[in-house]
């Protein structure tokens, strides 16, 4: 069980959140293998992040300027005819219809089509299922542990950890991944608290 003073520091929710939200965070943490000191700061910290201190687990639509490009998004599979099919069915766009999801803002066709084949459940065409809190914990966990990130964790990488989870890329003209000076600081309060939290 993670402790509570743990995901209050790693994600920066109010303590009764961190309680709340216990179980279902330890459950998909327990799932995924973020089980290290160093996976579950890497983890909380962008689960904090994303989530707004575990208060979003879906994406606020605007649209944003940014979120006006996720139509065309090639690399989230939302220009695929089948993305395109049952987004039009649900009287949505692919971008709207799969905007981010979950406490890590699980977005885009084929990322939902995934989290959806490893957690059973039809995300393509209720991807509001990811707004309940243990599906928004498993679906954080399943998409830090399936891009690699325990591994960038284990080796103290929080940058590519972020990159991975954001678009950052740190070798190139972009730079860090959005938000990156809050994931930091939430990264190293998690990492703060003692190993016996972590247990």
């Not at 971008?95 to 977005?107: A, E, F, P």
């Not at 065409?125 to 284990?154: K, R, Y």
């Not at 989870?165 to 990264?187: Q, S």
Request: net charge negative; charged share 15%; aromatic share 8%.
């Amino acid at each position: 069980m993670i402790g509570t003073n743990l995901i209050a520091a790693g994600t920066g929710c109010t303590p009764a959140a961190a309680v709340k939200y216990q179980a279902a965070l330890s459950a998909a943490a327990d799932k995924f293998q973020i089980n290290t000191a160093r996976r579950l700061a890497a983890w909380l910290a962008n689960v904090g992040h994303e989530s707004g201190g575990l208060v979003y687990a879906a994406e606020i639509w605007g649209p944003t300027a940014l979120q006006q490009h996720y139509d065309a998004r090639v690399d989230l599979g939302n220009t695929r005819p089948e993305a395109v099919r049952i987004a039009r069915f649900h009287g949505s766009t692919p971008g709207r219809w799969w905007r981010g999801h979950g406490w890590i803002q699980t977005t885009g066709y084929d990322n939902h089509l995934a989290a959806g084949q490893a957690l059973g459940l039809d995300l393509l065409n209720h991807p509001e299922l990811l707004s309940i809190p243990e599906h928004a914990a498993m679906s954080a966990a399943q998409f830090f542990s399936t891009h690699g990130c325990n591994t960038l964790a284990d080796a103290g990488d929080f940058d590519g950890v972020c990159d991975e989870i954001n678009r950052g890329h740190k070798t190139a003209p972009v730079g860090d991944a959005i938000g990156y000076a809050d994931r930091a600081m939430l990264y190293r309060r998690a990492l703060a608290v003692p190993i016996a939290h972590v247990a």
